[in-house]
């Protein structure tokens, strides 16, 4: 049976625990370091390379699979090229679809990905014009990781400076960033596995960032998700494949980047068409929550095929219902908040309901939070309305001191 190392510990880690753990057994499910609510929680840090592969050679581990994305952007891949492990993610250089925004966005311009207009920190006084431009309706990007926090949505030329300004205190005056146009439109997540040379799609699915209702507020790793999107059309699909994924395949290609792992796009679809605005090497959170349990095939199968080179062979299953993801979030955050408050309530949840934990701890019999996001209260649905009006009261039986939530997920745009 095949024995599977996990690395992380949020919600987007528990899904996969879940989905793999019943495929496998979830005595061959090894979390690094895992979260209050997996199993086989073993203390090591995801970018300690040399711990890892050393815990991955004493149990014996065939797959090594990558939560977060900073083990892959400093090349865990590369790290365990050698090695009887098989790691599920990109190269080093291929990470940089993720890891640099600006060199993911030449990417885009050199092989035709439809996208937005840019400019970059180093093109001087082309950024002013450029914001001048589009009265400062532009977005702000801070070119490395930033864990889903380095961008502005920007209303004017003073915000969009001010954005500019903040990168450069919080990362340094020499920090690279790019302004893009603010494409506007429905906003959706794409998500498959490739080999390098074909992908196998999940459901499309639609996050929810910013942190209070509306769409308001500031961005934050994901308030909640949902799959399927309701609205989306055969049309889009093609549209999305002819001009987006196959270039992107054809770059990958082109550039010789290794890469046997989740690609991720996340997309405006606007009067124009669909535009990437960002690619992820790894699986989104919290998507993840909700295309996982939307997905009838095997993910072991899956994840075979694509180490393997043989993903064409493969056509998932989708379950014909909706799945949707409202995360329960420490108050405060994105920004500073308070940890080590105990859960309760969580012995109420109906059993049709699941509970991916995130930011959650064991002291002794008590659970408690641990981070920014919480917990994820998944539900299942006939259609969008269904899901929602099973997810919200499961929601409300969960208790912990400065608890908050989003209650509109799912309610964008006014399809519900």
Same mark, same amino acid.
């Given at each position: 049976?095949?024995?599977?190392?996990?690395?992380?510990?949020?919600? +987007?880690?528990?899904?996969?625990?879940?989905?793999?753990?019943?495929?496998?057994?979830?005595? *061959?499910?090894?979390?690094?370091?895992? *979260?209050?609510?997996?199993? *086989?929680?073993?203390?090591?840090?995801?970018?300690? $390379?040399?711990?890892?592969?050393? $815990?991955?050679?004493?149990?014996?581990?065939?797959?090594?699979?990558?939560?977060?994305?900073?083990?892959?952007?400093?090349?865990?891949?590369?790290?365990?090229?050698?090695?009887?492990?098989?790691?599920?993610?990109?190269?080093?250089?291929?990470?940089?679809?993720?890891?640099?925004?600006?060199?993911?966005?030449?990417?885009?311009?050199?092989? /035709?990905?439809?996208?937005?207009?840019?400019?970059?920190?180093?093109?001087?006084?082309?950024?002013?014009? $450029?914001?001048?431009?589009?009265?400062?309706?532009?977005?702000?990007?801070?070119?490395?990781?930033?864990? =889903?926090?380095?961008? #502005?949505?920007?209303?004017?030329?003073?915000?969009?400076?001010?954005?500019?300004?903040?990168?450069?205190?919080?990362?340094?005056?020499?920090?690279?960033?790019?302004?893009?146009?603010?494409?506007?439109?429905?906003?959706?997540?794409?998500? /498959?596995?490739?080999?390098?040379?074909?992908?196998?799609?999940?459901?499309?699915?639609?996050?929810?960032?910013?942190?209070?209702? /509306?769409?308001?507020?500031?961005?934050? /790793?994901?308030?909640?998700?949902?799959?399927?999107?309701?609205?989306?059309?055969?049309?889009?699909?093609?549209?999305?494949?002819? #001009?987006?994924?196959?270039?992107?395949?054809?770059?990958?290609?082109?550039?010789?980047?290794?890469?046997?792992?989740?690609?991720?796009?996340?997309?405006?679809?606007?009067?124009?068409?669909? +535009?990437?605005?960002? &690619?992820?090497?790894?699986? =989104?959170?919290?998507?993840?929550?909700?295309?996982?349990?939307?997905?009838?095939?095997?993910?072991?199968?899956?994840?075979?095929?694509?180490?393997?080179?043989?993903?064409?062979?493969?056509?998932?299953?989708? &379950?014909?219902?909706?799945?949707?993801?409202?995360?329960?979030?420490?108050?405060?955050?994105? =920004?500073?908040?308070?940890?080590?408050?105990?859960?309760?309530?969580?012995?109420?949840?109906?059993?049709?309901?699941?509970?991916?934990?995130?930011?959650?701890?064991?002291?002794?019999?008590?659970? %408690?939070?641990?981070?920014?996001?919480?917990?994820? %209260?998944?539900?299942?649905?006939?259609?969008?309305?269904?899901?929602?009006?099973?997810?919200?009261?499961?929601?409300?039986?969960?208790?912990?001191?400065?608890?908050? $939530?989003?209650?509109?997920?799912?309610?964008?745009? =006014?399809? %519900?």
């Amino acid at each position: 049976m095949t024995k599977i190392v996990i690395l992380g510990s949020g919600g +987007r880690e528990h899904a996969l625990a879940w989905k793999l753990g019943k495929e496998v057994g979830e005595e *061959n499910i090894y979390m690094l370091p895992g *979260n209050g609510g997996t199993w *086989n929680n073993y203390p090591i840090n995801p970018l300690n $390379f040399k711990a890892v592969k050393s $815990f991955c050679e004493d149990k014996n581990i065939q797959w090594l699979i990558v939560g977060p994305e900073d083990p892959l952007a400093q090349g865990i891949y590369d790290y365990f090229y050698d090695s009887s492990t098989q790691v599920l993610g990109p190269s080093k250089q291929a990470a940089r679809l993720e890891a640099s925004k600006i060199w993911s966005k030449h990417f885009m311009i050199t092989y /035709g990905v439809a996208t937005g207009r840019a400019v970059f920190s180093t093109d001087g006084n082309s950024l002013d014009a $450029f914001i001048h431009e589009l009265d400062g309706k532009v977005v702000v990007k801070y070119d490395g990781l930033a864990a =889903g926090k380095g961008v #502005k949505v920007c209303e004017s030329s003073l915000e969009a400076w001010e954005a500019i300004t903040d990168i450069r205190k919080k990362y340094g005056n020499n920090a690279l960033f790019l302004v893009e146009e603010r494409l506007v439109g429905r906003e959706m997540s794409v998500i /498959g596995l490739t080999d390098g040379k074909s992908i196998r799609l999940f459901l499309p699915s639609q996050d929810h960032k910013q942190a209070y209702e /509306g769409d308001k507020g500031p961005n934050t /790793g994901g308030m909640g998700a949902y799959c399927p999107v309701p609205w989306y059309t055969p049309t889009h699909a093609k549209a999305i494949q002819k #001009k987006i994924i196959e270039p992107t395949l054809q770059g990958i290609c082109d550039e010789h980047l290794d890469y046997k792992g989740i690609l991720y796009f996340g997309l405006m679809i606007t009067t124009e068409g669909p +535009r990437v605005l960002e &690619y992820n090497v790894r699986f =989104g959170d919290p998507e993840t929550e909700v295309i996982l349990p939307a997905l009838k095939s095997s993910l072991t199968g899956l994840i075979e095929n694509t180490l393997n080179g043989s993903l064409e062979k493969t056509s998932p299953e989708f &379950y014909p219902e909706t799945f949707i993801d409202v995360v329960l979030a420490s108050g405060g955050y994105p =920004g500073a908040y308070e940890k080590g408050y105990e859960i309760t309530g969580l012995e109420k949840i109906s059993p049709d309901t699941l509970l991916f934990h995130a930011g959650t701890k064991r002291e002794g019999e008590k659970l %408690v939070t641990n981070g920014g996001r919480v917990l994820n %209260v998944v539900a299942r649905g006939r259609n969008l309305q269904e899901a929602i009006e099973k997810v919200y009261p499961e929601v409300e039986k969960i208790h912990f001191k400065n608890k908050t $939530f989003r209650r509109d997920i799912g309610r964008r745009e =006014g399809i %519900v």
